[in-house]
């Protein structure tokens, strides 16, 4: 069984950074698809960046573009969001995922077989 871990979410001004952490554990061995999704209170599910097994394909929601960050370590089975210029509409619990057996990059939601438990991001105006 695979289970991811997330963390570094926290409470942030608005222009900050934070940097959030996907830790794989369980099931390590194979090759995992990974992607970040964030909701918000009283909206669905939303895609925010996704990266492929080798790490040298990444894909962002435009809201997103130019200032967030995916990237991933294989050997230490993390992937990380980094997150810069936070902006307000930023707030959200975002949520790491995992498709298995998936080499390239999967921004549906419904490819993905394993999910964090969340971590809230803040960003106050």
């Known amino acids: 069984q695979v289970q991811l871990v997330e963390s570094g979410g926290g409470l942030v001004q608005a222009g900050g950074s934070l940097r959030l952490s996907c830790a794989r554990l369980g099931r390590t061995f194979g090759i995992y698809g990974m992607g970040w999704f964030r909701q918000a209170p009283g909206k669905e599910r939303e895609f925010v960046a996704a990266?492929?097994?080798?790490?040298?394909?990444?894909d962002y929601a435009d809201s997103v573009k130019g200032r967030f960050i995916i990237s991933r370590d294989n050997a230490k089975n993390t992937v990380y969001l980094q997150m810069n210029s936070l902006k307000p509409e930023d707030t959200a619990v975002y949520y790491c995922a995992a498709a298995d057996g998936v080499q390239y990059v999967v921004s549906t939601t419904a490819l993905y077989d394993y999910w964090g438990q969340g971590t809230q991001v803040t960003v106050s105006s």
């Open positions: 990266i492929s097994w080798s790490g040298e394909t990444t």
